[in-house]
């Protein structure tokens, strides 16, 4: 039986991944259960890992592999453990199984997670992706990511990137955002009146400041794929 901290995180973390596809961060983990430090919530997940409802898989650092949940949680249909897998300790990211409803996506090429690299203008290959991880409108495309820049946002170089395609973003949206017309990045949005902050989840890396009519949002980031 589960504390009611425990059930409390481990909804936490099914209900983001269900909505996101990527996971959240040990610091919306802590702010969402109210604690203190984020020694707790590795306190919790270790005794969830200790109660069957979650695996550390050894074949790579800090992953967890979410088993099963406690029948109040198992509402979806067809429930499929999620991997859920951070390379680092701030932000575990997600990784599906490719389920029977997959759906072909184009990769578009590669996207920055570092410096901004050039604009996306070619399909390289196609890759399948669960149809869950996509909305029900609206075209949706994949990207490579090259460098490390949101690696604590779990999101690692070399993984795919699933972009649902829009104008638009609110803030804390991690989106695909075209600087200048000319260069391609990965990070996060954030709108500062008539300044557009493009933030990296990485510290080596700073906040890039921009003029709005200087950035264009080509999509939002909805999934992302990891290949082990």
Known sequence: MLTRKQHDL????HK???KDGVPPSFDEMKDALDLRSKSGIHRLIMALEERGFIRRLAHRARAIEIVRLPEDMEETPGFQPAVID?????RPAAAFSVEASSVELPVMGR??????IEAIQTVS???????AM????????ALEVKGDSMIEAGINSGDVVVIKEQSTAENGDIVVALI???????KTFRR???TIALEAANPAFQTRLYQDHQVKVQGKLVGLIRTY
């Open 111 to 116: 996207i920055a997670a570092g410096t901004p």
């Open 125 to 131: 290959h196609n890759i399948a992706v669960p149809g």
């Open 134 to 141: 996509l909305s029900s409108s609206g075209r949706h495309y």
């Open 16 to 18: 983001r991944l269900q």
């Open 192 to 194: 500062r009146g008539q």
């Open 180 to 186: 200048e017309g000319e260069e391609a990045t990965l």
């Open 10 to 13: 481990l909804h936490f973390i």
């Open 86 to 90: 951070g390379g680092r300790p701030e």
